[in-house]
């Protein structure tokens, strides 16, 4: 079983580069101890974000960082036995969200945001999954009209960028979302976005594509990875694969691989939650809905509502904590007519995020043939088709549709 190259993780991430490479003429495996897109993949709020051209920094305001201290709201809960371990990748994470570099990470991620709806309307006319996308994009409500200043103050920020939204006082978004209570003051809605309603499927109808066209998936673990000469070889269940390249596309992962190798790059990790529920009287959403206060989100789902939190910062393997969950829930239930949960328990998942607010995407500096693409914390999703596109412009000696360099893995 030997191949051009082995790609680790079979997320959103690893399936498009490996469908890249695979259009450029590469023979490629797929390696990943589960089948794809069942990890961070399948939890997120299904946006394709074309509207976040200003990457989600950290506050710097001593208001809103007082708030997040008392660990009470629902946008960031925090365990206190984790903040020793990951204080120093919050303090980098401060840093990099001043003005200035705040700006800078914006350039960086311009040119991958801009192309993130057309990259994946690519994909998903030849996947047949067309069934799955929405053009209708998202809605930003808020609950109070200090919200809705900071609100209306952030889409002024973007509005350079070309941006379409509608600014919708409560008889507008009504008309727009009839069955929404009436706790919003007002809403904006971002019209650029593409939603899905099934990021697990939008991934296997991917992965679907990638072996009709004769590509490989092997259940194995990424870990086993070692170099063999000039060659690469991780064990699989169906024996050892070899390629002469592979790439890391481990997302929260990918540290089993680099750490070992002797790379230091900060990668953390942002756990996060999600439940389906019913409708209460028939309502129906139409697309994703964000509660600006709240920090989580109502997307319309396959399996039906489903409640997306924001951001627990908690060991990798912590216990779960459903606090979070029921607190956003409780506040859902003022803004949607959710009806019961669906599903027994809630889904846990973890973004990769690091603290400069951009992903690393390209060669490992010190080992030939060893390439990496993770870190897209909140935008995974968003970006899987267009970072597999920029990666596998660099694998093969294509000039790349934008500059890597800020993606490079030895900048930090």
């Known amino acids: ?5 082995i790609v680790l993780g079979a997320g959103i991430v690893g399936v498009s580069a490996a469908l890249h490479l695979q259009s450029r003429g590469r023979s490629v495996c ?15 709020a299904g946006l394709i974000e074309r509207a976040s051209v200003i ?16 660990n009470r709201s629902p946008e960031v809960r925090y365990r206190v036995s984790h903040l020793p371990r990951i204080g120093s990748w919050l303090f980098q994470y401060w840093r990099h969200s001043s003005p200035e570099r705040l700006l800078e990470a914006t350039n960086a991620m311009l040119p ?6 057309t990259e994946h309307d690519g994909l998903i006319e030849k996947a047949g999954v067309s069934h799955l996308l929405r053009r209708s994009g998202w809605i930003e409500t808020f609950r109070t009209v200090e919200g809705q200043r900071k609100a209306l103050a952030a889409a002024k920020d973007v509005a350079p960028y070309g941006l379409r939204f509608d600014v919708l006082d409560p008889e507008e978004l009504k008309r727009r979302e009839p069955h929404l209570g009436n706790t919003p003051v007002g809403a904006i809605h971002w019209r650029d976005p593409t939603t899905v309603s099934d990021p697990e499927a939008l991934t296997k109808g991917y ?12 259940s194995g673990d990424a870990r086993t990875l070692s170099q063999s000469g000039r060659d690469w070889v991780v064990t699989t269940h169906e024996g050892p694969v070899t390629a002469g390249q592979a790439v890391v596309a481990l997302g929260p992962w990918s540290d089993g691989i680099f750490k070992p190798l002797g790379y230091r790059i900060p990668l953390a990790v ?3 939650y999600h439940m389906h529920y019913g409708a209460r009287d028939g309502a129906r959403l139409n697309q994703p809905v964000l509660d600006f206060e709240g920090g989580y989100v109502l997307t319309p789902m396959t399996k039906g509502i489903r409640l997306t939190t924001g951001v627990e910062l908690a060991d990798f393997d912590a216990p779960e904590d459903y606090g979070q969950l029921d607190q956003a829930e409780a506040l859902a239930r003022d803004l949607f007519p959710l009806g019961e949960r669906v599903e027994p328990t809630p889904w846990l998942g973890r973004r990769p995020c690091l603290p400069d607010m951009r992903p690393v995407i390209g060669a490992a500096p010190r080992h030939a043939g060893l390439w990496f693409c993770f870190g897209h914390a909140h935008h995974g999703l968003t970006l899987g088709p267009v970072s597999g596109r920029l990666l596998a412009e660099m694998m093969t000696g294509e000039a790349p549709f934008c500059d890597p360099t800020p993606y490079r893995a030895d900048r930090f």
Do not use: H, W
Request: aromatic content about 8%; glycine content about 12%.
């Open 30 to 44: 797929l390696v990943d101890r589960r089948s794809p897109g069942e990890e961070t993949s399948s939890g997120n």
């Open 112 to 117: 991958l945001i801009e192309r993130c709806v």
């Open 1 to 5: 079983m030997r191949y051009d190259v």
């Open 270 to 272: 942002k756990r996060g």
């Open 207 to 218: 992965a679907r594509l990638f072996t009709q066209g004769g590509g490989r998936f092997a």
């Open 55 to 70: 990457p989600y920094a950290m506050p710097r305001q001593v208001s809103a960082l007082l708030r997040y201290g008392l």
